[in-house]
């Protein structure tokens, strides 16, 4: 099946600083890919969908100017959590939907935020 | 809003028993709906989904129902094996390809 990765797998950075994540698909072109957090024993809750080329858009709740996308190609996203706080602290996990359509979308391994 | 409701959040079953998961969405534009299963550190991947054109899925021993008027859909694995211990979530998700997720129900077969 399709593959996307992301990096790092994990990332411990201190408060007030900026970590940056990457999300890549592997062997298919992604023009949208969406970003989720989780935290523990939660769900997973979409934060924004990132758009090759064009501005990503943030669900309700999401600060845009403190996680910010940008989708650089057609197969890289990367989102930067600015200003960390330790409430920032979380699994971030990115997704992509594969060449067959929007709708069949493959998982990121995902990527451990800890902010001391 | 949009809205997914899972149940059980919790089950354990003995090993070779069956395995039945709920799931209701409140969006009657959702059409597509996968189920994932997710392990400790690890991000969510897909075991099944099902869109809205058909009422009735299976692959080997899991099967996915819809019951698009009740906006009902269901997991159901049979012969459970010690490994499909896991977080299984279901989701929904419309046109737009932004998926809902479930609150996520633990699975434990215990051997």
């Known amino acids: 099946g399709a593959v996307v990765s992301q990096h790092p797998s994990w990332v411990i950075c201190k408060s007030g600083t900026s970590v940056k994540i990457e999300c890549r698909s592997l062997d298919f072109q992604a023009t949208t890919m969406f970003w989720y957090r989780q935290f523990p024993k939660q769900s997973l809750m979409l934060m924004a969908t990132s758009n090759e080329g064009s501005k990503a858009t943030y669900e309700q709740g999401v600060e845009k100017d403190k996680f910010l996308i940008n989708h650089a190609s057609l197969t890289l996203s990367t989102l930067t959590v600015t200003s960390a706080h330790p409430e920032d602290s979380s699994f971030y996990i990115c997704s992509a939907p594969t060449a067959s359509g929007i709708y069949e979308q493959y998982f990121g391994p995902g990527t451990r935020l800890t902010v001391t | 809003g949009e809205n997914v409701e899972q149940h059980p959040s919790t089950l354990s079953v003995q090993e070779g028993d069956s395995a039945v998961i709920k799931c209701t969405y409140s969006?009657?534009?959702?059409?597509?709906f996968p189920w994932y299963k997710q392990e400790l550190g690890k991000g969510p991947q897909l075991i099944i989904d099902?869109?809205?054109?058909?009422g009735e899925k299976k692959d080997q021993r899991i099967a996915v129902t819809l019951n698009k008027t009740a906006k009902h859909f269901s997991l159901h694995i049979t012969e459970t094996q010690p490994e499909d211990s896991a977080v299984y979530f279901c989701a929904a998700s419309s046109n737009t390809g932004k998926l809902i997720f479930g609150q996520g129900t633990t699975l434990q077969v215990k051997p």
């Open positions: 099902i869109r809205s054109n058909v």
């Open positions: 969006d009657s534009a959702s059409n597509y």
